[in-house]
C-alpha cells in the first residue's frame, strides 16, 4: 500500500497523522489492534447459582471488512452484516457457583491464565 492509499485509508477511519508521524506505523496499529469485551453475570437456573462469562470482538472498520468489501469479496448479491457477525457473543466461562466472593473468586487463576495465552499468541 502506498503512503498515498495508506493516508487515505487512515482518514476514511477518522485517524488523523500529524506532519512529523509515520503514517505507516499509524497504519499498522489501525490495522493490528482487536477490542475485546467481556460480559459477566451471576444469576440463578432452575434454582441454582451460576456463573457465566461471555467474550465478543467489537467491529471497527480498519480491522475488518466492511459489508461492501466482504461482499465483493464472496460475490454475494444479499447484503451480509460483518459487524453483527463479528460482534456475536461467546460463551467463555459457565460454571455453578454460590454467591459469594469467595466463591466466584476461586474463577480468577482461570481467568488470568487465558489472558496470559491471549497475550503469547500476539
Partial sequence: MSVVDSLAFLERNGIVVGSMDSPKEHLKEATQSRHMVLWHDHSEIAGKSHYLFMVWFLYDPCTY????????????????NVQSVVESPYIYLLAQSNSSVKDQLLYVPTRLEDLRELEEKN
Avoid: L
Avoid at 65 to 80: H, L, W
Fill in 65 to 80: 471488512y466492511t459489508d461492501e468489501e466482504f461482499s465483493k469479496m464472496n460475490c454475494k448479491e444479499t447484503p451480509v
